[in-house]
């Protein structure tokens, strides 16, 4: 049995991409970097030159309001929200536009500058109720003027999109959660291809698009591979990382969390498979423990801040503390970023002694 090939240099990876080769990274060294093969601290000093060269010290922030709560039909095996498991969350209505308005000059107060309108429901159907809801509700987010309006709908058509995009959405999150191998383990009441689809017709429209998944669900180390490669063909915008929170009554309920150490492994991979997207953290991020400062040497651009749908997050003065010890600063949701093909001299800069 021949010996593995030599990993190539995270750092040469980092040369590649600066130099323009969004793709450098290629499949079989991103799933054994994923594996655990590779120093964790040079994977880590790579990735922060991409996101540094990216981002320099700005962090994008933004939140989430639950919209519609509980009383999904589908069957995310993760999902504190679906009707299918006693999880203590009941059913409520649609918030409405004032309470959503609200919500959104809170998250302004709080630093976000976008606000996610998420419902617990398989989507939104052409001339229905709820999307008629969701349409007024960004509307009147929209002409408020706080923040920017994203939203979580589930499954919209293309011309429900259009119609939320004229109120004023200007990015739409819907999440592949896992790698296409590993999607019917976690859910079987729709498929893959059906949220690729929905990502698409954002994406044709001008819709920024926000696309993420968990980790943590028993997934193995190519499925995150998958997931992060099937991100990089989308060519999505905005991808979340999120670690499983154990959720009484759900099928994934009792699973021990990932060591922090791997946790950092995952956002230093996916920086260096996607160092054009904006990757932030968002649930579970408290289970790197006192390593939390570290998810931004690790590549991540951004966090969610304030609490989630329905567990609760680090408190927001907590996470508007951590930013400034680190000397960080809030970055304006969809303002123009700074290309990676930086100038050279810029470039040069960041660029930290090369480890063969």
């Known amino acids: 049995m021949s010996a593995p090939s030599p990993l190539p240099s995270p750092h040469l990876i ?72 006693h999880t203590g969350v009941e059913p409520e209505r649609f918030l409405s536009p004032d309470e959503i308005v609200s919500a959104s000059a809170r998250a302004r107060e709080h630093g976000s500058t976008a606000l996610g309108l998420v419902t617990a429901t398989r989507g939104m159907e052409d001339g229905s109720r709820a999307l008629g809801l969701m349409i007024e509700a960004v509307d009147a987010v929209h002409r408020a003027g706080h923040t920017e309006v994203h939203a979580s709908l589930g499954f919209v058509s293309r011309d429900g999109l259009q119609k939320l995009q004229a109120a004023g959405l200007t990015e739409l999150n819907h999440n592949l959660e896992t790698g296409r191998s590993y999607f019917d383990q976690v859910v079987t009441t729709h498929t893959y291809d059906a949220r690729i689809q929905t990502i698409r017709d954002a994406q044709s429209l001008g819709l920024r698009t926000c696309v993420g998944g968990i980790f943590g669900m028993g997934e193995a180390p190519w499925h995150r591979a998958e997931l992060a490669l099937e991100l990089r063909a989308l060519d999505v915008d905005e991808v979340p990382l999120n670690f499983l929170v154990d959720v009484e009554g759900t099928p994934m309920a009792g699973r021990d969390p990932l060591a922090p150490i791997e946790m950092l492994r995952i956002i230093a991979c996916f920086r260096l498979a996607l160092p054009r997207q904006n990757i932030f953290l968002a649930a579970g991020r408290h289970h790197l423990g006192q390593l939390l400062p570290l998810m931004f040497a690790a590549g991540a651009s951004g966090m969610m801040i304030g609490d989630f749908l329905t567990t609760p997050n680090r408190s927001v003065d907590d996470d508007l503390r951590l930013l400034a010890e680190l000397g960080l600063e809030g970055h304006h949701c969809g303002a123009p970023r700074p290309e990676l093909d930086a100038p050279p001299a810029r470039a040069a800069a960041l660029r930290l002694p090369i480890v063969a």
């Open 14 to 85: 980092a040369d590649r991409i600066l130099a323009g080769d969004q793709s450098a990274l290629d499949p079989a060294t991103l799933e054994r970097w994923l594996t655990g093969e590779g120093e964790i601290w040079e994977l880590m000093a790579a990735a922060d030159r991409l996101r540094r060269a990216r981002f320099g010290n700005s962090v994008h922030l933004c939140s989430i309001v639950n919209a519609k709560r509980g009383g999904c039909p589908e069957d995310c095996g993760f999902c504190a929200q679906s009707r299918r498991y």
